[in-house]
């Protein structure tokens, strides 16, 4: 079982930065892949970077130069660095993990923070 929890979303000027974080509840977090999704009105949940259990990293071309992902293992934290936010970068982000050794996967979910892109 993981429990996730994220913090630091808000109100941000386009060009401007936030970094979003996600700690999670587990005695298992050096086996769990972590990601970060994002849900703006009325489109479908997109995933926006992930980083394996070894701190390997993978982004979505709309933020790729801009965001990084990171995370702590003796946290059991993972962080999500947004510079240069766009208005487009507005919308509900939403920590994932999930155990990367299950032989049938279960997604984990946080509750989501706001991001809002606006001046």
């Known amino acids: 079982q993981v429990q996730l929890v994220e913090s630091g979303g808000g109100l941000v000027q386009p060009g401007g930065s936030l970094r979003l974080s996600c700690a999670a509840s587990t005695s298992i977090f050096g086996f769990i892949v972590m990601n970060w999704y994002r849900q703006a009105p009325g489109k479908p949940r997109e995933v926006v970077a992930t980083?394996?259990?070894?701190?390997?990293?993978t982004y979505a071309d709309s933020v790729k130069g801009r965001f990084t992902i990171s995370r702590d293992n003796s946290k059991s934290t993972v962080y999500l660095q947004m510079n240069s936010l766009k208005p487009d970068d507005t919308a509900v982000y939403y920590c994932?993990?999930?155990?990367?050794?299950?032989?049938?996967?279960?997604?984990?979910w946080g509750q989501g923070t706001q991001v809002t892109v606006s001046s």
């Open positions: 994932n993990a999930y155990d990367l050794r299950a032989r049938d996967r279960v997604n984990y």
């Open positions: 980083v394996t259990p070894g701190s390997s990293t």
